[in-house]
């Protein structure tokens, strides 16, 4: 059995690749599978922690690539910065410095991919327990997107989780990111029924195991843990809040309307209040631990911790907590 150091340094080598951004019409091969992490400067240092455990946890990491897609390579995003676009029924402002700016690449991978082969697309808060493999290889029974259902008020709405997707790239060729980003501004398209796959053919989408995209519940049946409750993501514990919360609440359509109004009176992000613990502190320990990999692999170094922690990106007391992290055991199903 090889070496942690020897290990250690595969992974990091693996992940350092993973963190080149991908080029816009440029598939990363004609066949070969690809995972592709989409974020922005706020998530990056998510992002590469997300690339490492994909590749630490696979026994096929050579049959697939891993990329970084980074809001930053995309100009079009930015040029619609602080403009009106349509989201849930309601005009909001585009914010780059939104936590969650990236969102729109989750469309983008069939078109780097050449519209050929398989691929998946992660949020960059999304952490594999188990071999991706398992995902990217699985028949998909003719479907051209295969995901997991929202939870909650959205499941019952018919809104389907585009966080993680498993795509059949030849059979969404109607997907033409740029284009279809701009129709929100022009109010063609609505961002939630966008991103929520409403938009998508009848019979087009198959549904894989919750487990594939399970929402901050780390259990001995989760494939991928997803910190999607932004409030309490580990890393951010005591941070101002940096994302722009919903503003639409079909049950007490109140709430939206004190939302809206106090969003339209002090600004996306005031009188939100600061991240919070995660409840689970095994998720904490998950997070740290594998970050601790990344220090010690050179994939991330601790310069890059420090400058995320002095723009606000990651907890003050993050190396307080890295050394006192290690990954978390878990007991069998």
Same mark, same amino acid.
């Given at each position: ?11 990091? +080598?693996? +992940? ?19 995972? #592709? ?7 990056? $240092? ?15 990491? %050579? ?41 729109? $690449?989750?469309?983008? =991978? ?25 995902? /990217?290889?699985?028949?998909? !029974? ?29 059979? /969404? ?19 939630? +029924? ?15 195991? *919750? ?6 519940? /780390?259990?001995? !049946?989760?494939?991928?843990?997803? *910190?999607?409750?932004? /409030? ?7 941070? =101002?809040?940096? #994302? ?8 007490? =359509? ?7 109004? &106090? ?15 995660? =409840?689970?502190? *095994?998720?904490? &320990? ?13 994939? @991330?170094?601790? %310069? ?9 990106? @990651? ?5 307080? @907590? ?12």
């Amino acid at each position: 059995m090889d070496s942690f150091e020897q290990r250690a340094a595969d992974i990091g +080598a693996h +992940a350092t690749a993973a963190a080149e951004p991908a080029e816009a019409g440029a598939a990363p091969s004609a066949v070969k599978p690809c995972v #592709f992490i989409h974020t922005n400067a706020l998530q990056m $240092l998510g992002a590469k922690v997300a690339a490492h455990a994909l590749a630490r946890n696979s026994a096929h990491s %050579d049959a697939f690539d891993i990329r970084i897609i980074h809001t930053d390579d995309y100009p079009f995003l930015h040029a619609r910065d602080g403009q009106q676009f349509l989201r849930d029924g309601v005009k909001r402002h585009w914010r780059m410095d939104d936590l969650q700016s990236f969102t729109p $690449l989750r469309f983008l =991978p069939p078109e780097l991919m050449g519209y050929q082969g398989r691929a998946v697309v992660i949020d960059p808060d999304i952490f594999a327990i188990a071999d991706i493999w398992d995902l /990217l290889s699985r028949d998909m !029974q003719g479907a051209s997107i295969m995901c997991r259902m929202r939870s909650g008020v959205k499941r019952l709405r018919g809104c389907y989780a585009s966080s993680v997707m498993l795509l059949d790239c030849a059979k /969404l060729k109607h997907w033409r990111c740029e284009e279809q980003f701009n129709e929100l501004f022009a109010f063609k398209r609505d961002y939630m +029924a966008w991103i929520s796959l409403k938009l998508e053919p009848q019979g087009s989408i198959a549904l894989f195991e *919750n487990e594939w995209n399970d929402f901050d519940r /780390l259990s001995p !049946q989760t494939k991928m843990l997803h *910190n999607t409750g932004r /409030l309490t993501q580990p890393w951010k514990t005591g941070l =101002p809040i940096d #994302f722009t919360p919903a503003d639409t609440f079909p049950l007490f =359509p109140p709430i939206g309307w004190a939302m809206r109004l &106090r969003r339209r009176a002090f600004g996306d992000h005031a009188l939100l209040g600061r991240y919070r613990r995660h =409840p689970d502190g *095994n998720q904490e &320990r998950l997070f740290f631990g594998l970050l601790r990999e990344c220090v010690e692999a050179g994939s @991330v170094s601790e %310069d890059e911790v420090r400058e995320e922690m002095r723009l606000n990106h @990651v907890r003050r007391d993050a190396f307080e @907590v890295l050394e006192r992290s290690s990954l978390p055991q878990r007991s069998a199903a």
